[in-house]
Structure formats: structure tokens, C-alpha cells
């Protein structure tokens, strides 16, 4: 079993930045990947950014270029820094890890992108 904790959501206006922090209860280093999900009301749960236990990354083409997602072996948590944040960037993000074939989630963090 795996806990996922999110932080770090909130209320920024277009052009700011935020920083998620998703927190696992065990140790992460042998996962085969975490990532964050973001959901928007009335649409489907869709994939940010991803990062594998070598390191490599990968990101909704929507962010790229804006966003980073990195790793802290030392905390057990996986960072989603956001930036240039759009009003369409709204939404509840979640934490997804797999330790192995398992799929663990967050309750999510909520972002809101409004003036």
C-alpha cells in the first residue's frame, strides 16, 4: 500500500507560478514511475507529466515548456512546478505512483487560474 499526499494548490492569477508537492508514505526510489493528473469539471482525468524511475520525463503537450516535474528521493516526494499558468490549467491535480503493477492516487490538490 501506498499513501499520497498533495500540497500546494490554490488561487493564482494568469502568468503566475505554483508548486505541487506529492508526498508517498514509503520509499520512492524503486517505483516505476510517478506523475501528476489533472481532471477539469466535466472532463476525464488526463496525464501532466510523468517521471520514471531512471529519471526520464514526459508532459501533455499543453505544458510543455511551462511545467517540470522532479523527484526527491530524500523526502519521498515528487515536485510539479508550474508556471506561466493559464486559466485553462484549472483543474484538481492528482499524484499517481506505481510502485510496481499497482496504481496508487491522491485525493487531488485544486488549482484555480483566475484574475
Known amino acids: 500500500q501506498v499513501q499520497l499526499v498533495e500540497s500546494g494548490g490554490g488561487l493564482v492569477q494568469p502568468g503566475g507560478s505554483l508548486r505541487l508537492s506529492c508526498t508517498a508514505s514509503?520509499?520512492?526510489?524503486?517505483?516505476?514511475?510517478m506523475g501528476w493528473y489533472r481532471q477539469a469539471p466535466g472532463q476525464q482525468r488526463d496525464l501532466v507529466a510523468s517521471?520514471?524511475?531512471?529519471?526520464?520525463?514526459d508532459y501533455a503537450d499543453s505544458v510543455k515548456g511551462r511545467f517540470t516535474i522532479a523527484k526527491d528521493y530524500t523526502k519521498n516526494t515528487v515536485y510539479l512546478q508550474m508556471n506561466n499558468l493559464r486559466p485553462e490549467d484549472t483543474a484538481v491535480y492528482y499524484c499517481?505512483?506505481?510502485?510496481?503493477?499497482?496504481?496508487?492516487w491522491g485525493k487531488g490538490t485544486l488549482v484555480t487560474v483566475s484574475s
Open positions: 517521471i520514471t524511475r531512471d529519471g526520464s520525463t
Open positions: 514509503r520509499d520512492i526510489f524503486t517505483f516505476v514511475a
Open positions: 499517481n505512483a506505481r510502485p510496481g503493477a499497482q496504481n496508487y
